[in-house]
């Protein structure tokens, strides 16, 4: 962690982003370590701290940054969701800092968060084999995908030796209102449809919310372990919200303009799977259509497939 000449504290894991006076995107560096993006928010008196990064490296600079910019400890940090790229920086926080969530993402994280740390742990078995696999590879845009993918297995591979899961300490089922001197935060759940459940972070009077990955900007959402209809019903109902910015768990720093988008490719993806599944199409040729024109350019382009393999499953479960 450093300062740079703007006095931004820095580090090779995320960029900060002034959004509001005194609030900040922290927008994640590919392949660093850090997975997702995260936020820095000074309410007046309390800092509270949205997600913490995949690792604990990048959540070490994370608290680090939030500390320097406000000039006091974190008071409070928000796990949006359970997935590991949002909550395994939550041990770089102080023990007693309070941990947020929702109780169904408390539960999840409790489930599913020992497997995933497991998992963390056979990553450097499988770096070879990565490193491998990039020196035969000729596309440039699948060798740059591969370079991403090790230098996030390398980081990954690097704490193992202290990765820890560390559960939130403090629920909410629908809303909680955090005060301080400066401003207020809700943290809202409309329930779940990225995942079985997620929060989102709203300052009302300035328009703007941290949406963790109930929103992706410029990159293919990942649909495996939500439900595409609540995904979208919670859209709508966020899209109802007065909003002039919109932090999203992936990509650059959106609008209000970024909610229909995402889902028009929710969408998208239904139409592609449905007519794929109706004409008799087998996965494998179902994974084999081009991604269209319209998300050609989007980041994360390995996660159509991961989409069409989903839905494919789940619409043919439903439909026998």
């Not at 990225?194 to 293919?220: C, I, N, P, Y």
């Amino acid at each position: 962690m450093s300062a740079a000449s703007g006095h931004l504290p820095t580090s090779k894991h995320f960029r900060l982003e002034p959004v509001l006076d005194g609030v900040y995107a922290a927008i994640g560096i590919p392949g660093t370590g850090s997975g997702s993006n995260a936020g820095i928010i000074d309410l007046g008196g309390q800092t509270l701290v949205f997600d913490t990064f995949l690792t604990p490296q990048a959540g070490d600079d994370l608290r680090a940054a939030a500390e320097r910019l406000t000039g006091r400890p974190v008071s409070y940090v928000i796990n949006s969701h359970w997935h590991a790229d949002h909550i395994h920086g939550n041990q770089a926080f102080a023990p007693d800092t309070p941990i947020l969530a929702t109780s169904r993402t408390r539960e999840l994280i409790a489930e599913k968060g020992p497997g995933a740390v497991d998992e963390f742990k056979q990553v450097q078995a499988e770096l070879q084999a990565q490193e491998e696999e990039l020196a035969r590879e000729e596309d440039e845009q699948k060798r740059a995908a591969l370079a991403l993918k090790i230098g996030e297995s390398r980081e990954i591979a690097a704490c193992t030796h202290r990765l820890a899961l560390r559960l939130p300490s403090q629920t909410f089922d629908t809303k909680v209102t955090l005060h301080g001197s400066r401003r207020a935060a809700e943290l809202l759940t409309y329930g779940g449809g990225h995942t079985a459940s997620d929060a989102f972070l709203l300052l009302r009077d300035e328009k703007l919310a941290f949406m963790g990955d109930l929103l992706f900007v410029q990159s293919h959402l990942w649909l495996g372990h939500g439900s595409p209809a609540e995904w979208l019903r919670i859209l709508r109902q966020v899209a109802e919200i007065d909003l002039t910015t919109a932090v999203p768990g992936h990509g650059p720093v959106g609008t209000p303009a970024d909610f229909p988008a995402a889902a028009r490719y929710i969408e998208t993806m239904q139409q592609l799977v449905g007519d794929a599944i109706a004409s008799g199409a087998s996965l494998e040729a179902a994974q084999a259509t081009p991604v269209p024109a319209a998300y050609a350019s989007w980041d994360w382009s390995e996660g159509f497939g991961y989409n069409i393999e989903f839905l494919y499953k789940s619409l043919s479960q439903s439909a026998d």
